[in-house]
């Protein structure tokens, strides 16, 4: 296990508009505000894209990422960490349930999933505190890594 320790620095309540898009429309409010590390809770509903569901086998390696489209517009509840890529700008990654006519489908959004008629989100900043994404060859998944 790795861990660093920070504080809760500013606190976002941002609304998303049909079509915009996750999580890049994320990625750059926070890149707009000055926010280089934070959590995020998102709410509202999602109408289209894909989600990863999973790796197609769970021994291989790099991972072969299963994919689900988004059939029509879906309940979402999701939270994601944001943190520095290796371009030093935000990059989000986060996990949502979106549910549909009592079925669940419940994944990684990937970048194009687009927010149906409003998402709400907050967005905590957290302050004092050192992490990045770092690409690990092995995944090929940029990994979480805090620095303490």
């Not at 320790?5 to 890049?24: H, N, S």
């Not at 809770?41 to 790099?62: F, N, Y």
């Not at 960490?81 to 990937?110: F, Q």
């Amino acid at each position: 296990m790795k861990a660093t320790q920070g504080q809760i620095g500013r606190v976002f309540v941002i609304r998303l508009e049909d079509g915009d898009e996750l999580p890049g429309c994320i990625e750059q409010f926070a890149l707009d505000n000055g926010v280089s590390v934070g959590q995020v809770i998102l709410v509202g509903g999602i109408g289209g894209g894909e989600v990863v569901v999973g790796p197609r086998h769970s021994d291989a390696m790099p991972p072969d990422p299963m994919l689900l489209p988004v059939d029509g517009a879906h309940e979402v509840v999701g939270v994601g960490v944001l943190a520095p890529g290796a371009d030093g700008k935000p990059a989000l990654h986060i996990h949502a349930a979106l549910g549909r006519s009592g079925n669940t489908l419940t994944g990684c959004l990937r970048p194009g999933v687009s927010a149906w008629l409003v998402g709400e989100v907050i967005l905590y900043e957290i302050t004092g505190t050192r992490a990045r994404r770092v690409f690990d060859s092995a995944s090929e998944f940029s990994l979480l890594e805090p620095e303490g």
